[in-house]
């Protein structure tokens, strides 16, 4: 029973240390990064490339006042990258839209504080729009992990017969457990001696005796 | 009680000595009365087979055997084998050492090896007990039994098996 509890305990650990590898939070997929992308951009900006930076983002600011479907646009000086939250099924209209005009540094997002966030890697911001699938995979695979040791729990419980008693005729248990070992057979075998009663002995050499006679 | 521990308590009989006598009886009266038990599975029969046996060594210490506590093992054995045959039968006693004792069923009875050695076949109760309880080597047993080594060996482990099956509800 101990061995099936430990078991179980080890298949949980295994789950819950493997989450982290597999816990992923998307930002808004989609579009594939141009080919003029941030992540390719040289390191060092021109004041030319400063310049256009500032002009889109008076742009899309100004845009925005009259466009619902633009909620936010925020300049991130760190990487020198405009996000533009957008509403809900527009993202992509929008990105595709925003990359044509201004370039790949205009970055659609519906969640600027999580894209501000991972701007310095780029790798989880998208220049294209798509559907929103900011999805948790952590649950999922908790999930997963607690059906999957319990499961086994279960199935390794059944497999354990009980028994009435396993007891030799001297009331020494056996085995508390159900297969059990050669050595523990021979064992019992061994303390199941029965001892002869007391009169045997006596009427033994009473016979000795009277053959004497 | 090894060969040579009992050697000199039958040499010490030989005299008449009471109290070689009944240190053998303790030293051996146990396990040849669990061995002379399992075969008969009879108290009464099996009380009378060990004092005929101890009283036969007391009345004619085997001085000259090589190997005095097989040899008398072995008389116990053929007395109880003996005395199975007398025993009123529904069966052919020409298959009497081939015999298997059906185990019984009643759940209610608690397991134990007494029950689990039943459902082992004569010879194989005799091998396990006599290794077992008597301390015998198999080579001593295949000369009690008059079998060969190869079969004696082969049984045991056969009946150990069988053992374990039972007293573990069939998981094995």
Redesign the interface.
């Known amino acids: 029973m101990k061995k099936i509890f430990m078991l179980a305990i080890a298949l949980l650990l295994v789950c819950i240390i493997s989450l982290p590898a597999f816990a992923a939070e998307e930002v808004s997929g989609g579009a594939p990064v141009g080919e003029n992308s941030y992540s390719e951009a040289a390191p060092l900006l021109t004041d030319e490339d400063y310049q256009r930076r500032e002009d889109a983002y008076n742009e899309i600011l100004a845009l925005s006042k009259k466009d619902q479907a633009i909620l936010d646009v925020k300049m991130v000086h760190h990487s020198e990258l405009i996000l533009v939250a957008i509403a809900d099924g527009h993202e992509k209209e929008y990105a595709q839209k925003f990359i044509k005009q201004y370039g790949s540094f205009v970055v659609v997002t519906n969640d600027i504080a999580a894209a501000e966030s991972a701007s310095p890697e780029l790798g989880g911001l998208t220049t294209g729009g798509g559907p929103d699938n900011s999805f948790n995979n952590l649950w999922i695979w908790l999930v997963f992990g607690i059906i999957l040791t319990g499961t086994t729990f279960l199935v390794l419980l059944r497999r354990r017969?009980c028994?009435?008693?396993?007891?030799?005729?001297n009331g020494t248990v056996?085995?508390q457990n159900?297969?059990?070992?050669?050595k523990e057979?021979?064992s019992?075998?061994?303390?199941?001696?029965?001892?002869?009663?007391d009169k045997?002995?006596d009427?033994?050499?009473r016979?000795?005796d009277k053959?004497n006679e | 009680m090894t060969n040579n521990e009992l050697r000199s308590r039958i040499t010490a009989l030989c005299t008449g000595d009471r109290t070689a006598f009944e240190e053998i009886y303790k030293n051996l009266s146990t396990p040849m009365y669990t061995i002379i038990l399992r075969i008969t599975q009879d108290q009464l029969l099996s009380e009378d087979i060990l004092q005929e046996v101890f009283v036969k060594l007391y009345l004619s210490p085997p001085a000259s055997a090589a190997n005095p506590r097989a040899y008398l093992f072995q008389m116990a054995r053929n007395l109880a084998i003996d005395g199975v045959r007398k025993r009123p039968q529904f069966i052919d006693l020409d298959d009497c050492e081939n015999l298997v004792y059906l185990p019984v069923i009643d759940f209610s009875q608690k397991l134990d090896i007494d029950d689990a050695l039943k459902t082992l076949s004569l010879m194989e109760c005799q091998i396990v007990s006599l290794h077992v309880n008597g301390g015998f080597k198999f080579r001593e047993i295949a000369d009690i039994l008059n079998a060969p080594l190869g079969t004696i060996i082969w049984k045991y482990h056969k009946a150990i098996n069988r053992l374990r099956s039972h007293l573990s509800g069939g998981a094995i």
Not at chain 1, 178 to 182: D, M
Not at chain 1, 191 to 197: A, I, L, N, Y
Request: charged share 15%.
């Open positions: 017969r028994i009435a008693a396993l007891q030799a005729s056996i085995a159900t297969t059990i070992s050669a057979t021979i019992a075998v061994k303390k199941s001696e029965t001892v002869p009663g045997v002995l009427s033994i050499l016979k000795i053959n």
